[in-house]
Antibody
Framework: EVQLVESGGGLVKPGGSLRLSCAASGFTFSSYSMNWVRQAPGKGLEWVSS????????YYADSVKGRFTISRDNAKNSLYLQMNSLRAEDTAVYYC???????????????WGQGTMVTVSS | DIQLTQSPSFLSASVGDRVTITCRAS??????LAWYQQKPGKAPKLLIY???TLQSGVPSRFSGSGSGTEFTLTISSLQPEDFATYYC??????????FGPGTKVDIK
């Protein structure tokens, strides 16, 4: 079964750090670009970051640039999001999502994890 | 940056109704548009990609159309399990992906 399972969420104080993990199974992880998407309580979806299959290309939303770092370990079939200098507005459910490849780019996020909740509060 | 708007933001409908949701892009995005369904407490689920291609396993009552700046998601006959929030997403400005604000479909 194709599956993504996030972990690492929790309660952290403003200015603190947290590292999220996403374990992939059931597909050739090293062949796919991956993404992090977040959803604040009661709000819509916000794309956070993308990483290409070989980690050659990495991109961030302006809202997290300079504070968050995406990475992956293809040998461990795992995706990560290191979150530093956390703010209250980073409070959200964080999803990892697989990008559906087409002609060297992506045209959808076809597999999603169940999400992990990050709460930034004093 | 490309912005997406969805209309309506909320709609109330009955089982069996035909439902149409519109997504508009602030600039042309060719056919790089996807639609997702999200139920409370669950992850989003891909319904449509490339504006009109049905994802494997998604019921045929869902359909998508459009290109450029205007897109629609249609549910031909609303079923009880379709009450959810629907999001569009543009993937033209790769890799700076954007989601629409969502349309909540509720029971009348």
């Amino acid at each position: 079964e194709v599956q993504l399972v996030e972990s690492g969420g929790g309660l952290v104080k403003p200015g603190g750090s947290l590292r999220l993990s996403c374990a992939a199974s059931g597909f050739t992880f090293s062949s796919y670009s991956m993404n992090w998407v977040r959803q604040a309580p009661g709000k819509g979806l916000e794309w956070v970051s993308s990483i290409s299959s070989s980690s050659s290309y990495i991109y961030y939303a302006d809202s997290v640039k300079g504070r968050f770092t995406i990475s992956r370990d293809n040998a461990k079939n795992s995706l990560y999001l290191q979150m530093n200098s956390l703010r209250a507005e980073d409070t959200a459910v964080y999803y990892c999502a697989r990008a559906r490849p087409v002609a060297g780019r992506s045209d959808a996020f076809d597999i999603w994890g169940q999400g992990t909740m990050v709460t930034v509060s004093s | 940056d490309i912005q997406l708007t969805q209309s309506p933001s909320f709609l109330s409908a009955s089982v069996g109704d035909r439902v149409t949701i519109t997504c508009r892009a602030s600039q042309g995005i060719s056919s790089y548009l996807a639609w997702y369904q999200q139920k409370p407490g669950k992850a989003p689920k891909l319904l449509i990609y490339a504006a009109s291609t049905l994802q494997s396993g998604v019921p045929s009552r869902f359909s998508g159309s459009g290109s450029g700046t205007e897109f629609t998601l249609t549910i031909s006959s609303l079923q009880p399990e379709d009450f959810a929030t629907y999001y569009c997403q543009q993937l033209n400005s790769y890799p700076l992906f954007t989601f629409g604000p969502g349309t909540k479909v509720d029971i009348k």
